[in-house]
């Protein structure tokens, strides 16, 4: 009985040793490394927008009708040597329509008037010699200027009429509108006849909301770009803002000028415009969206040393993609930019190269 007994308990005692020896040491824990990607802190500029859209129009447009009745004419382009055509390039004082009217223009009598007012002139130094060595009166001289005079006004005048019998641009541009007429047919007062325009500087007039008015000023940068032509980004600069708000919109208006010498940007175009309201050189930008956010506090990793070194921070300006950090970053510091989701305090990282 007591062999029996001796005997159990030396297989209970073996089976212990046994089963203790499979377990694994629960004092040893496997090293974990979490893979993650880096970029060292360094200091660029950063710029704060405003971001908002708009229409771009022309600095300088005209629409020229006609003056006067009379038979249409449409002249030839001595650059192309064909009759103008839409989009074509005209000087300052380019003619580009005529009107004929002869009745009118022999009823304007300009030569005649040329030889009055020659013969005027002469009457009046005639007048003027004599009445210098004693021979002429005052009244004589002064009656002598005054016929001069009128004679000035009348071919000046005739002239100016004659000249409403051309349509000339004002301002070197560009044709954007010709209405067809057929040459000789006979067009009336108030005719719309072309339109002009200069694109080398645009315009652009947008409403912002009533909460940016006191982060808007004259002068400010403004980045403008097109929707169909992404990658022509002009710089233009505030120059009119409404000292009003508009009741209902909850808006102030404000105009922004913008050269476009290269004429990359077509008056009518809708563009995009980023109104630069703060800046800053020489600071810590890092990406938007690497920031880790608990409560109102903001946080990054860093790596030192193989581990991961969860850094409080705090930021300044923003643009759509990037924030400024005031403090919590050195530079020179590698900050982690991917594989930061699953960090944590004092985590082991392995650096992708």
Partial sequence: MNNRKLIITILIATFFVAYSCKQPDLGVSATIEVPVG?????????????????????????????????????????????PYALGDKVSSGEVIIKLEDEEYSNG??????????EISAQEYE???SLYEKGGATLRELKNAE?????????????????????????FAGVISELPYYTNGTKV???????????????????NLPEKYFVNVEKGLKVYITSYTHTKDTLIGKITQISPAIDPEARTF??????????????????????????SSENTIVIPKDIIVSKGRDKFVFVV???????????????????????????????????????????????VLR
């Fill in 38 to 82: 880096v970029i060292e802190v360094s200091t660029s500029s950063l710029e704060e927008f405003i971001n908002t859209t708009a229409t771009v129009y022309p600095i300088k447009e005209v629409s020229l009708s006609s003056e006067m009745a009379g038979k249409y004419n449409l002249q030839i382009n001595p650059d192309t040597r064909k």
């Fill in 108 to 117: 304007l009598r300009i030569k005649s008037k040329e030889v009055d007012l």
């Fill in 188 to 206: 009336n007062v108030n005719t719309l006849l072309v339109k002009l325009i200069d694109y080398s500087s645009l315009y652009l007039e947008t």
């Fill in 126 to 128: 005639k007048q003027k």
């Fill in 146 to 170: 005054i016929g001069l005079i009128n004679s000035q006004y009348d071919a000046e005048s005739s002239r100016i009429n004659l000249a409403k019998m051309t349509v000339s641009s004002p």
């Fill in 253 to 278: 208006k404000c105009f922004v000028n913008v050269e476009n010498k290269n004429q990359s940007i077509l008056p009518g175009m809708f563009v995009k415009a980023d109104l630069v309201i703060n």
């Fill in 304 to 350: 030192e040393k193989g581990v991961a070194d969860m850094r409080l921070i705090t930021t300044g300006l923003e643009s759509e993609r990037k924030i400024e950090v005031l403090s919590g970053l050195e530079e020179g510091e590698s900050l982690v930019i991917r594989g930061y989701e699953t960090l944590r305090e004092n985590s082991r990282v392995k």
